[in-house]
Every structure is written in C-alpha cells, then in structure tokens.
C-alpha cells in the first residue's frame, strides 16, 4: 500500500495561476520529498522538507508540512506550460536506515499557454 | 556527473517470455532501487540493494522476478515468465545516502526508466 495520497488527482490551470496539491500519510516520518515525472521520463527530486521543519521555497515552489495533521501542500506558483508533469510526494520513516521511500499515486498537472 | 543510465527504453515480449533490464547507478552510489511504475500509479518499491546486498526484497515477486548487483555497481532485473499484469515502467534510482535520522539527506535519483508491454 502507498503511505502517501495526493489530492487532487488531476489539476488544468492556465500559465501564470498557481498550482496547489496536497500530500496525506499515515505514519510518522523523518522527511517528506516532492518529485516531478514528465512524461515517459524518470522522477526527478524537488524539494526535502524534515519532519521539524514547517515550510521549505526552492524558486518557485513552496513546500509546507504539519506533522499534526500529517499533511504537505506543494503550491508551484505563476506556473509555465513546462511545469506539466506529474508530481508525486514520498516519506521516508524513521523505521528504515536505509533511506527508502514511499510514494504517493500523484497529481497530473496541466499547464495550457 | 553522469545520471542513471538505464537500458533498454522499450521492450515488447510475449507473455511466458523472459525479459532483462540493466541499470547503472550514479558513481559512487552504494544504494540502488529497482521500482515498478503502473500507468497511472506511484513508484512501488521492488528491491533494494546496499552495495552487493539485498536490503529490502518484501515486494519483489520472487517466483517470477530476480535481481542482482555483482561488484556492488551495476544491477539487472529479471522477469521469467512474465505475466500481462508485469507491463510497467521498471524504474531504477540510486542515492547516497547522508546523514541519519530526521538529518537524513535521502534523496534518490532516477533513470528514464525501460517501458515493458507484455502481450
């Protein structure tokens, strides 16, 4: 099973709106991680954000954490057409050493000039 | 720095056919993953490799699917007989991992992936 769930599931804006979607887990973690899939391409990594820290900015991404609710928003804002991809969320646990990941089903974003 | 090679891109068999899939990690990467992607899905974890040694093979369907990495560098995937349900983008990533605990810096990086179609 996938500890995370992204919401929603599909997204279509505009070129310049911003994008938000939103990652839930079940269990405690150590980090939270975004990544990016083009299409017929491998993930690429975004953005760690730790299970102490609150809200992370890398350019135009912003990253935000409550381990209260056990939830992370990403919102990519004044989006580009280059932005449409895939974008999942994963969590590492503090119950493995050995750096593995557990990946969300993600958000397909569209980006239409 | 080189990324992920792996190898082939495409490949199209028939099912009870035997296929193999080949990654080569970022230098100096000592953990490797292998990761089954359905269309429409998340990455789903097969195996797990620290340098020669399997860490994590819990969802490898070990009846059909084998994986190795000799020398700790390079690693193929197996599958004999593949089944319909095994089409699937087969990912392989690496990482170096830093750090431990809520410092741990895990980030995994990934190929472009070999795209199976089981007919």
């Known amino acids: 099973s996938q500890q995370g769930e992204e919401d929603p599931q599909a997204l279509s804006i505009q070129e310049g709106e911003n994008a938000t979607m939103n990652c839930s887990y079940k269990?405690?973690?150590?980090?939270l991680q975004w990544y990016r899939q083009n299409s017929g391409r491998g993930l690429v990594h975004l953005i760690l954000i730790r299970s102490n820290e609150r809200e992370k900015h890398s350019g135009r991404l912003r990253v935000t954490l409550d381990t209260s609710k056990k939830s992370s928003s990403l919102l990519i804002t004044a989006s580009r057409a280059a932005d449409t991809a895939s974008y999942f969320c994963a969590t590492a646990s503090p119950t493995d050493s050995w750096g593995k990941l557990q990946f969300g089903a993600g958000t397909q974003v569209v980006v239409t000039p | 720095e080189a990324g992920v090679a792996q190898s082939p891109r495409y490949k199209i068999i028939e099912k009870r056919q035997s296929v193999a899939f080949w990654c080569n990690p970022i230098s100096g990467h000592a953990t490797l993953y292998w990761y089954q992607q359905i269309l429409g899905q998340g990455p789903k974890l097969l195996i797990q490799f620290q340098n020669n040694g399997v860490v994590d093979d819990s969802q490898l369907p070990k009846d059909r699917f084998s994986a190795e990495r000799l020398k700790g560098v390079d690693s193929t995937l197996k599958i004999q007989p593949a089944k319909l349900e095994d089409s699937a983008v087969y990912l392989c990533?690496?990482?170096?991992?830093?750090?431990?605990?809520?410092?741990?810096?895990?980030?995994?990086?990934f190929g472009a992936g070999t795209r199976l179609s089981v007919l």
């Open positions: 990533a690496s990482t170096l991992l830093v750090g431990s605990g809520i410092l741990a810096k895990n980030i995994q990086y």
């Open positions: 269990t405690s973690i150590n980090n």
